[in-house]
């Protein structure tokens, strides 16, 4: 009995025990981000290669022959292997679904396979100029290309410049708390939490003139510039007064 009693007595003591723990004070909270803009310094193009016959293993010699002479054109315009890496392999049959007239509908009708080879292109960009990468687009369509998977402009070392975003999101986290508390009439206190709320960029939207490469024209890009984007969370108290 005892120890039933006990136990009872300190069950009974919890409600009053929970009172007693500190309330969080009153604060004031904000979100804000910081961009900055810088220019890219490399580029990723992806160069494709894809042919179609009626046996398998015809499309992708074909295919093999003409991806051999776009990697050779690519490294004789001074790139080196290392930049140069096969990001995807296809070999896929074709059907004909077509229905024919005045005969039975009897199935897709196999006409012969497709064969495909993708290869991912590191391409450097000096001062913002992105020469060498029009250079490299017109160097593989000629030497027997015909698929440009588009073009991905990057940083190589992005950190510098989303630690500066991130000082301007802070910065301006800060003085919408200030205008907070001045719109509320309430101090602001000291700092209770910070929390970085992630970032990201996003990537220019280069000009491929393609038609000119078509045309025999040198292909021109234009890079444009990054933007890097930063969040940050605060946490102000609220300080009696202003």
Same mark, same amino acid.
């Given at each position: 009995?005892?120890?039933?009693?006990?136990?009872?007595?300190?069950?009974?003591?919890?409600?009053?025990?929970?009172?007693?723990?500190?309330?969080?004070?009153?604060?004031?909270? /904000?979100?804000?981000?910081?961009?900055?803009?810088?220019?890219?310094?490399?580029a990723?193009?992806?160069?494709?290669?894809?042919?179609?016959?009626?046996?398998?293993?015809?499309?992708?010699?074909?295919?093999?022959?003409?991806?051999?002479?776009v990697?050779d054109?690519l490294?004789?315009?001074?790139?080196?292997?290392?930049?140069?890496?096969?990001?995807?392999?296809?070999?896929?049959?074709?059907y004909?679904?077509?229905e024919?007239?005045?005969?039975?509908?009897?199935?897709?009708?196999?006409v012969?396979?497709?064969?495909?080879?993708?290869?991912?292109?590191?391409?450097?960009?000096?001062?913002?100029?992105?020469?060498?990468?029009?250079?490299?687009?017109?160097?593989?369509?000629?030497?027997?290309?015909?698929?440009?998977?588009?073009?991905?402009?990057?940083?190589?070392?992005?950190?510098?410049?989303?630690?500066? /975003?991130?000082?301007?999101?802070?910065?301006?986290?800060?003085?919408?708390?200030? /205008?907070? /508390?001045?719109?509320?009439?309430?101090?602001?206190?000291?700092?209770?939490?910070?929390?970085?709320?992630?970032?990201?960029?996003?990537?220019?939207?280069?000009?491929?003139?393609?038609?000119?490469?078509?045309?025999?024209?040198?292909?021109?890009?234009?890079?444009?510039e990054?933007?890097?984007?930063?969040?940050?969370?605060?946490?102000?108290?609220?300080?009696?007064?202003?």
């Amino acid at each position: 009995m005892r120890a039933l009693f006990v136990a009872l007595t300190l069950f009974l003591s919890l409600p009053a025990a929970a009172q007693t723990l500190p309330q969080p004070p009153p604060f004031l909270a /904000a979100e804000a981000t910081g961009e900055v803009r810088a220019a890219p310094d490399r580029a990723v193009v992806r160069f494709g290669v894809q042919h179609q016959h009626a046996e398998a293993k015809e499309a992708q010699k074909r295919v093999n022959q003409a991806m051999q002479k776009v990697m050779d054109a690519l490294r004789a315009r001074g790139i080196p292997k290392e930049r140069i890496s096969t990001e995807r392999l296809e070999l896929f049959p074709v059907y004909d679904h077509r229905e024919r007239p005045n005969q039975e509908y009897q199935g897709p009708i196999l006409v012969g396979f497709r064969a495909a080879n993708v290869v991912r292109v590191e391409l450097p960009i000096e001062q913002g100029k992105a020469d060498k990468v029009g250079e490299a687009i017109d160097a593989a369509i000629g030497a027997g290309a015909n698929t440009v998977e588009g073009i991905q402009f990057e940083i190589a070392d992005p950190q510098p410049h989303y630690l500066r /975003a991130l000082r301007i999101a802070a910065e301006n986290a800060r003085e919408k708390t200030q /205008a907070l /508390a001045s719109a509320l009439g309430v101090g602001m206190g000291r700092l209770l939490e910070v929390r970085e709320g992630g970032g990201g960029y996003e990537p220019p939207r280069p000009y491929l003139a393609m038609d000119r490469a078509m045309k025999a024209e040198a292909t021109s890009v234009s890079p444009g510039e990054l933007i890097i984007r930063a969040a940050v969370q605060v946490r102000y108290e609220v300080a009696a007064g202003r």
